[in-house]
């Protein structure tokens, strides 16, 4: 049984790891850790976690756990990932990898010095909408790609915790509008050149809207954007247009929520739908497949600084600073 850590008690944890462990007869969570041990030890026993331990640095170095989930807050990735990878750990981080590709860079050449997997959790890249969305690109069915066009919006409060706090890694872009930053890397699989950025700052240095143009080098041109200002309509999507076609992608993020996938060729438009399995199963599989049997991550630790790169440069077309600096 391949045993699991957790870092904290964070919401995400439940939906991306603790019930993908349930279906998942290989894995589960054996331990966890959190700043408050009354909160560790309700967690766990909400959870049904075998194991409460007594601090971060504890959990590390706790010898029947096999891998370390990292979902603390994005300056807190750095160190407590380079600790455990140090551990003989590997390590499942959430998104952003890293408060910028300096940090990032360190994590990804941990991994490869202690042989350990590094997976940064981009998870929507497992699900078989997103593959099937890439299938269609590189197949070059829309003909020559003219535009990629990628949004994620969704509202939170202005008291929207480590997201409005820059100390912490906070920002738009590096919880929400890393998605279609992300989405158009990897629809396209270039590496986009940044041309301008726009931000609407909140709490200092705290982006809560950010769009940006980007040329990838092929010469096709994208924008995404990023909005968490209170107030705002949901929206997830990719939209690709070429000489023959288009494609949207409603959705791509969590499409066990619902999705479609609408491909317009000529005139004609058909939909296709996919499995409601959770995304975070997915991204379970292909971690476990690749600490068991050395398959490749679509985003591992290098995925995560060329990821973070485009972040920076986004930031600083922005006129703002760096996360961690």
């Not at 790609?145 to 202005?158: G, L, N, R, T, W």
């Not at 949901?234 to 996938?261: F, K």
């Not at 790169?309 to 006129?319: H, K, L």
Request: charged share 20%; with cysteine; hydrophobic share 40%.
């Amino acid at each position: 049984m391949f045993r699991f850590g957790v870092l904290g008690a964070a919401n995400i944890t439940p939906r991306a790891l603790v019930y993908p462990c349930i279906d998942e007869p290989r894995a589960q969570i054996y331990a966890v850790a959190a700043r408050d041990r009354q909160r560790a030890t309700a967690f766990a026993h909400h959870h049904h976690i075998p194991e409460v331990l007594d601090s971060y640095a504890q959990l590390v170095e706790f010898a029947p756990l096999d891998a370390i989930y990292n979902p603390l807050h994005i300056t807190a990735h750095h160190d407590w990932t380079l600790r455990a990878l140090a551990a003989g750990k590997h390590v499942l981080c959430e998104k952003s990898l890293a408060s910028n590709a300096e940090e990032a860079r360190a994590m990804a050449e941990a991994a490869e010095q202690h042989q350990r997997v590094l997976m940064d959790a981009y998870h929507y890249r497992y699900h078989p909408l997103f593959l099937r969305a890439r299938e269609i690109y590189a197949a070059r069915l829309l003909g020559d790609i003219q535009h990629i066009d990628a949004a994620f919006h969704i509202p939170v409060k202005p008291d929207g915790g480590i997201r409005m706090d820059y100390r912490l890694g906070g920002g738009v872009t590096m919880d929400i509008g890393c998605y279609p930053i992300s989405w158009v890397r990897h629809i396209s699989g270039e590496e986009p050149e940044v041309l301008d950025a726009q931000a609407e700052v909140g709490p200092k240095d705290v982006d809560v809207y950010m769009t940006c143009r980007l040329r990838l080098p092929s010469g096709v041109t994208a924008t995404t954007s990023g909005d968490m200002r209170p107030g705002i309509e949901r929206r997830a999507y990719l939209h690709i247009t070429g000489s023959e076609g288009s494609l949207l992608v409603d959705n791509p993020l969590v499409p066990q929520n619902g999705h479609d996938l609408q491909l317009t060729l000529r005139g004609h438009t058909t939909h296709e739908q996919f499995a409601r399995r959770s995304t975070y199963g997915y991204q379970l599989d292909a971690f476990l497949d690749a600490v068991q049997h050395g398959h490749s991550l679509y985003t591992d630790g290098w995925d995560g600084v060329k990821q973070m790169q485009v972040i920076d440069a986004v930031y600083q077309a922005a006129g703002l600073p760096l996360r961690g600096m």
